[in-house]
């Protein structure tokens, strides 16, 4: 994400806006913090400074993943003194029961922590729909793990094929859903249309990410003297962050955007977003729309197909 550095930095706790994330009725911050920068393209002391920075500035929903190399492990040196009013989500990418049990039981022994507060089946899109539904699949076992107490909410999350998504929430009860959802992708993947609206029928929390695009060329590193990640948007010509960033938390129903930062000078950005969050005006949603068309002709199908 590559913006203008804040005339001032951004000191002590803040009060981030917090919405209630659908059926869980947690409250959780507008702004959560993705791991996987920190746990794939820098530094273990680096990733773990810039964890606690983010609790310290107040961000209490952090994302993260067994695929995201190193995060859980760093992490685990963050969350045992630190562990009190965090929301902590994980994953699962599987769609056997057996395996999305085990993998919780790992992601806590890696993250160092008692309990999940939720745990995603992670990226639907490349799993079989049929597969996770069945009896012996990982919804059922990710179920299994609830009843276990070792995650107290379960979810699915989804880049790509939409209809797999849709499928699997008109068919089971889902906690929280976390989506790619953002100007450009509405235009590729929709799932504004295609999913959300039977998210908000079960009530079912919804969380956006790929706020900004993603990561450009879906590298999680920093260039050398980059103090800011360029992402997808800005790749292909758009970087009116704060639109965007407003876009996903005027969709009905999106209570987070969870967005993956390298450096505090990226979070003190999006902190700013937060605090100063207004829903856009017409004339700017509008706006916005005609560049997000833009970016998908430039994107094309870039986190896989969308019909399938």
């Keep these: 994400m590559t913006t203008t550095h804040p005339e001032k930095p951004i000191e002590g706790i803040h009060s981030i806006p917090r919405r209630v994330l659908g059926k869980t ?10 791991s996987a920068p920190g746990g794939i393209g820098m530094k273990d002391d680096d990733a773990i400074q810039l964890y606690q920075r983010a609790i310290d500035l107040g961000i209490t929903y952090i994302d993260t993943a067994p695929g995201y190399d190193r995060a859980q492990a760093q992490l685990g040196e963050v969350l ?19 395996d999305a049990l085990s993998m919780v039981e790992q992601n806590l022994v890696d993250l160092r922590i008692d309990q999940l507060d939720l745990v995603y089946i992670h990226s639907v899109g490349n799993l079989d729909p049929d597969e996770i539904l069945a009896k012996d699949g990982s919804l059922a076992g990710l179920r299994e793990a609830q009843k276990q107490g070792l995650t107290r909410f379960v979810g699915i999350t989804a880049h790509n094929l939409p209809a797999k998504c849709a499928r699997i929430l008109a068919n089971a009860e889902v906690d929280v859903g976390m989506f790619a959802l953002n100007p ?6 929709n799932f ?6 039977l998210a908000r029928q079960q009530n079912c929390g919804i969380a956006a990410m790929k706020v900004y695009g993603g990561a450009e060329g879906v590298k999680y590193e920093l260039q050398p003297g980059e103090s800011f990640r360029r992402t997808a948007m800005e790749t292909n010509g758009f970087s009116d962050y704060e639109r ?14 969870v967005i993956g930062m390298y450096r ?3 979070i ?3 902190i700013r977003f937060a605090l100063d969050y207004k829903p856009l005006a017409a004339t700017a949603a509008a706006e916005l729309d005609s560049a997000g068309a833009k970016l998908a002709k430039s994107w094309g199908e870039h986190f896989g197909p969308a019909k399938g």
């Design 25 to 34: 009725q947690e409250l959780v911050p507008i702004l959560g913090l993705g």
């Design 80 to 98: 045992p003194s630190r562990r009190e009013g965090l929301f902590i989500a994980s994953k699962a990418h599987t769609a056997s029961y057996d």
């Design 184 to 189: 450009g992708d509405r235009h590729i993947y």
């Design 192 to 197: 504004e249309e295609a999913v959300l609206p």
């Design 244 to 257: 965007a960033f407003r876009y996903c938390l005027d969709l009905p129903g999106v209570a987070v955007n």
């Design 264 to 266: 505090e000078c990226e």
């Design 268 to 270: 003190e950005q999006n």
